[in-house]
């Protein structure tokens, strides 16, 4: 397969455009971290991305910045945190989930739309996806969005980037939303909870006046080892349910204590502070439990978003029918399922089981042959998916970018 590394936006065009008129399909990269999401593809070359790394603007007192889409994620990170800034939405790592060392890039945070636990407060990637420049199937440059937060202009094709995994467009640059990082953070931690009572308590604590921007549960597990991320927390000997406050120190110790108050009826609360905090975070963020170099590190791994209120059930009936291990963020509204492996990586029951709950669950980690098996994303209603079909159409009418990626057997 041939790689071809372009240098600016204008080599993108003329590569994409060099593909329309063979009709060979080509598949877009940065530095390749989440390559193993996804349908195996029916591509012929590789569009890299990864020389296109430069940041283009970085306006900490306007709170946005704009980078080439192949800049490495961590780079960007550290410069932002340098001004005490961050992306507010926790934008998910999964190279230890696959088990990839390379560094995750701008582009393929925005084009997998993963989030992390603090979206239940500040909302996902494309909440904060301003504006874009990028090369449409067509062959064609365009520019969506704009460098202001509160932009208006034309249709907000960025919301439709977001999350499409490269089968739109070749993203090219983009200008996102950076927030303050807070001053301080602490997390309550309850212990020995079952799921269902675990949900119930994070259900109390996202209603409550609080303020609290991240709530998950760690189940107990003879399955997973202590070196899952939580284990100076106890998991996975002990389930562990954990709930996030954020903010100027003298407003997070006194929301701590109301929140105390209102969880006493699940039990005594352990307060962990700020860089503790954060590490065990990052560990829910990054799916550490499921890591590729841990005890379920072979097993498929499950994506389920559903409401938050069915997460505790929905989990409970996973784990008990497949024999499986989950883990919950967002209040129970997303959660992670490892599940024994087999060439259908039971699909038909988690699907089952998510359509009844009204959720939909992708496969984020799996083997090629389960994945040519299974429909990785969920399958949407027959009107959805032709309203999709359009959109991808308008965009790439030859499938020309990442073709097959997000429907299995799909064709041109």
């Not at 996102?176 to 309550?188: A, F, G, H, Q």
Request: charged share 20%; with cysteine.
């Amino acid at each position: 397969m041939d790689t071809l590394k372009v240098r600016d936006a204008q080599d993108v065009e003329q590569v994409v455009r060099a593909a329309i008129a063979s009709e060979q399909p080509l598949e877009i990269v940065g530095h390749g971290s989440k390559r193993l999401i996804g349908q195996p593809m029916a591509t012929n070359a590789v569009l890299d991305l990864s020389a296109l790394n430069a940041v283009t603007s970085y306006e900490p007192s306007e709170l946005i910045i704009t980078v080439q889409a192949g800049a490495p994620l961590a780079d960007v990170q550290s410069l932002i945190d340098s001004k005490n800034q961050q992306f507010a939405f926790e934008p998910t790592d999964t190279g230890p989930l696959l088990g990839t060392a390379t560094k995750p890039t701008i582009g393929g945070m925005l084009g997998a739309g993963f989030a992390g636990p603090r979206r239940i407060k500040a909302g996902g990637a494309r909440d904060h996806f301003l504006g874009a420049h990028g090369v449409s199937g067509f062959g064609d440059s365009f520019k969506a969005g704009g460098r202001v937060v509160k932009n208006v202009t034309g249709y907000d094709l960025c919301k439709l980037l977001a999350g499409s995994w490269g089968t739109l467009a070749v993203m090219t640059e983009v200008t996102l939303k950076v927030m303050p990082r807070p001053e301080s953070e602490r997390t309550l931690v309850l212990h020995g909870l079952d799921d269902i009572t675990a949900n119930r308590a994070m259900t109390a604590g996202l209603g409550s006046p609080f303020d609290v921007s991240g709530a998950a549960h760690v189940p107990k597990s003879a399955l997973q080892a202590p070196a899952n991320g939580f284990g100076e927390l106890g998991s996975p000997s002990m389930a562990v349910t954990l709930l996030r406050l954020e903010g100027i120190a003298a407003s997070v110790e006194h929301r701590a204590a109301g929140l105390v108050g209102l969880l006493a009826p699940f039990g005594s609360t352990r307060i962990i502070e700020d860089a503790a905090s954060a590490l065990v975070w990052s560990s829910v963020r990054d799916i550490l439990p499921f890591a590729a170099n841990g005890a379920l590190g072979i097993w498929p791994v499950w994506r389920i978003v559903c409401p938050p209120a069915s997460g505790g059930a929905l989990g409970q009936r996973l784990s008990r029918e497949t024999g499986g291990d989950v883990f919950y963020d967002w209040g129970g509204g997303l959660i992670w399922a490892a599940l024994p492996p087999r060439p259908d990586a039971h699909a038909a029951v988690v699907r089952r089981h998510v359509d009844a709950a009204g959720g939909h669950a992708t496969l984020v980690r799996a083997s090629d042959e389960m994945r040519r098996n299974v429909d990785v994303f969920h399958p949407q209603p027959a009107g959805l998916a032709a309203l999709s079909e359009r959109v991808r159409q308008s965009f790439d009418p030859k499938a020309i970018l990442n073709r097959g990626r997000m429907k299995r057997d799909s064709v041109a």
